[in-house]
C-alpha cells in the first residue's frame, strides 16, 4: 500500500490533521450544546441558602467550561501539526541525465568596436577623506567666570 517514505508521511500528517479537525468539531457541538440548556435563577430571601443552592451548579459549569478550553485548544494544535506535516512532505528530487555543457560561440569583433570599448570610461571608487573633529571651543559664560576669578 505504501511504497515509499513520502506516503508514509502523507498518511500521518492526514491522520494527525483529520483528529484534530474532528476534535474541533466534537468541542465546538459540545459546547453548543451547553449553551443551548435552560438556565434559571434561583430566588429566595435567604442568601446562605441561595449561595449554597448555586455553588454546585457554578463549580460544575467552570469544569464544563475548562473542559470545553482544554479541547478546543488540544483540536488545534493538532490541526496545526497535521497542516505542518503536510507542508513539510520532503519532495522526491528527479535526477536528470547529464547535458553536455554548451559553449557559446564567439563572433569576431570588428576593429571598431575594440575601439569604441577602449574609449569607454572606467570606474574608480574615491574613499571619503578622514574628517578630523573640531575641538570644542569653550562657551563664553565659562570664559567669563575664568576670567573674573582671583588668581
Partial sequence: MLKNFRDKIALSGIT??????ILLIFTFISAYGFLTQSLS?????????IF???????ITTSIRIMY?????????LLTIR????????????????PQKPIVPQQKPVPQ???????KEPEFVVIPPEQVSQPQPQPKPEETQKNNSQPQ
Fill in 82 to 97: 497535521g497542516v505542518t506535516i503536510i507542508a513539510h512532505i520532503p519532495t522526491m528530487q528527479t535526477v536528470a541525465p
Fill in 16 to 21: 494527525v490533521l483529520l483528529i484534530g479537525v
Fill in 41 to 49: 435563577i434561583i430566588t429566595s430571601e435567604d442568601m446562605v441558602r
Fill in 112 to 118: 571598431k568596436a575594440k575601439e569604441e570599448k577602449l
Fill in 68 to 76: 470545553l478550553g482544554i479541547m478546543g485548544w488540544v483540536g488545534s
Fill in 52 to 58: 449554597g443552592e448555586a455553588l454546585a451548579p457554578l
